[in-house]
């Protein structure tokens, strides 16, 4: 090749075009195909002819709306029935002093103050009750001591011992420390009466606080009833207003 010729041009490559997968058409290719060939159906054989076509009356706008009123007035006529009950359940619900829940728990209240001071007056018996038991017990262990400080119980037999021992000294010679001996003696027995008279006062005083220990535990019996009757028409009056508040609970939810 000469200096002068010059070298051939190459011509540039042209990509080719990348033919369509046949699998990406052929779903869209088949609806084509039914839809041609509904298409090309003919109608006869798509809908029965042979039947009269139904007639659709055109909507009666009159009509329409009178029937819309009266469904309106019928709802509004159920709303104004419940508003009238649920009125009646509120005012009875509500307990107030004039309904007939209220009046029960009024007197309910009353009676429970009643109670209350049937309560306080037995608690006053009580106290004097514990204050007799008190005493009592005082003397018991007061005569008790005065018991174990002398050999007789009774003054007839402590003048009859006396009797014996000044019979004793007048009648019998004796050394003068035996003479001592039965004087000390007789100053006991003595001393011994006194004794005996306080334990005489300690059983009388311990017969009076039994007759006032029965009287008053009477009385606490009789307040315990008192209480107990009372209790008794609590009761009942609470029954009757958990009665009618189901009643009205139950009305209530009848309504929702």
Same mark, same amino acid.
């Not at 002819?49 to 009178?66: G, M, Q, Y």
């Not at 262990?141 to 003054?155: D, G, M, P, Q």
């Given at each position: ?56 009356? =055109? ?52 009676? =429970? ?50 009797? =014996? ?15 001592? =001996? ?75």
């Amino acid at each position: 090749m000469s200096s002068d010729e010059k070298p051939a041009e190459e011509t540039p490559a042209v990509p080719t075009e990348e033919q369509p997968k046949e699998n990406n058409n052929s779903s869209s290719n088949n609806n084509n195909n039914v839809k041609k060939k509904r298409e090309d159906k003919p109608i006869e054989e798509l809908y029965d002819l042979s039947k009269p076509i139904p007639k659709v009356d =055109r909507p009666n706008k009159a009509e329409h709306e009178k029937e819309l009123d009266d469904i309106q007035k019928e709802v509004d006529s159920i709303k104004e029935e419940r508003t009238k009950l649920q009125e009646k359940i509120d005012a009875a619900m509500s307990g107030g002093k004039g309904s007939e829940i209220g009046k029960l728990k009024e007197a309910s209240g009353q009676l =429970r103050k009643k109670k209350g001071a049937l309560i306080d007056e037995k608690k006053v018996i009580r106290a004097k009750l514990d204050i007799i038991k008190s005493q009592g017990d005082k003397m018991v262990k007061e005569r008790k001591e005065a018991r174990s400080s002398v050999r007789f119980t009774n003054l007839a037999d402590i003048d009859k011992e006396l009797a =014996r021992l000044q019979k004793q000294q007048e009648t019998t010679s004796m050394s003068l420390a035996d003479e001592k =001996r039965l004087i000390k003696e007789m100053d006991t027995l003595k001393g011994a009466k006194d004794s005996i008279s306080k334990i005489k006062e300690k059983e009388t005083g311990l017969e009076d606080i039994k007759e006032q220990r029965k009287i008053i535990s009477a009385q606490i019996n009789a307040k315990d009833k008192e209480i107990d009757a009372v209790q008794k028409d609590i009761d009942e009056i609470q029954s009757k207003i958990k009665s009618m508040a189901s009643q009205e609970t139950e009305a209530r939810e009848k309504v929702k």
